[in-house]
T-cell receptor, first 112, second 112 residues
Framework: GDSVTQMQGQVTLSEDDFLFINCTYS??????LFWYVQYPGEGPQLLLK?????NKGISRGFEATYDKRTTSFHLQKASVQESDSAVYYC???????????FGLGTTLQVQP | EAAVTQSPRNKVAVTGGKVTLSCNQT?????MYWYRQDTGHGLRLIHY???????EKGDIPDGYKASRPSQENFSLILELATPSQTSVYFC???????????FGPGTRLTVL
């Protein structure tokens, strides 16, 4: 079945560091890939959506792309700020269901 | 103005009791979803709905029922609550297949 693997459970960085989070996915359908962000005490919210392999999604200084050959997709930001501290989920949507499949999440802590 | 609201925000229930969690959306979306969030498991889909009168089982439906009496409202029902159902529950709405989902603020349920 469809699945998403998000290996990095926790990432700790200092302000202005480079962020890179990677996921892998598995599906027999054409994928749509998302990054959601969840701040403390809130529900997840959409950060980025990528519908085409090797195309870049950009939002709030974050960039995301996915590679169909390696079935991987990643999130990056050139310079993180303390306000970016949150949980980041990679999420798979497929054409055969109305469901989204969430990875386990990566907790990003940015130290001032 | 919040488009997806949940009530109650916090709930303490006794084992064997009945619990109803409510969700209201003003997005006029056809699809609505109930998830639970637990450490080490991320977000898991319990039930979802394509529209008023419809409910579908998600990935972990055992012990839960759902009800969609109208476009705007979607309830999650625990007929016989158990301590293993202690969790944070999120409701979400979405417009069409694997599109962006909009989440509510969550309900923290504790079953003693």
């Amino acid at each position: 079945g469809d699945s998403v693997t998000q290996m990095q459970g926790q990432v700790t960085l200092s302000e202005d560091d480079f962020l890179f989070i990677n996921c892998t996915y598995s599906t027999t359908w054409y994928p749509t890939l998302f990054w959601y962000v969840q701040y403390p005490g809130e529900g997840p919210q959409l950060l980025l959506k990528v519908t085409t392999a090797n195309n870049k999604g950009i939002s709030r200084g974050f960039e995301a792309t996915y590679d169909k050959r390696t079935t991987s997709f990643h999130l990056q930001k050139a310079s993180v700020q303390e306000s970016d501290s949150a949980v980041y989920y990679c999420v798979l949507g497929t054409g055969n269901t109305r469901k989204l499949i969430f990875g386990l999440g990566t907790t990003l802590q940015v130290q001032p | 103005e919040a488009a997806v609201t949940q009530s109650p925000r916090n709930k303490v229930a006794v084992t064997g009791g009945k619990v109803t969690l409510s969700c209201n959306q003003t997005n006029n979306h056809n699809n609505m979803y109930w998830y639970r969030q637990d450490t080490g498991h991320g977000l898991r889909l319990i039930h979802y709905s394509y529209g008023a009168g419809s409910t579908e089982k998600g990935d972990i439906p055992d012990g839960y029922k759902a009800s969609r009496p109208s476009q705007e409202n979607f309830s999650l029902i625990l007929e016989l609550a158990t301590p293993s159902q202690t969790s944070v529950y999120f409701c979400a709405s979405g417009e069409y297949n694997y599109a962006e989902q909009f989440f509510g603020p969550g309900t923290r349920l504790t079953v003693l």
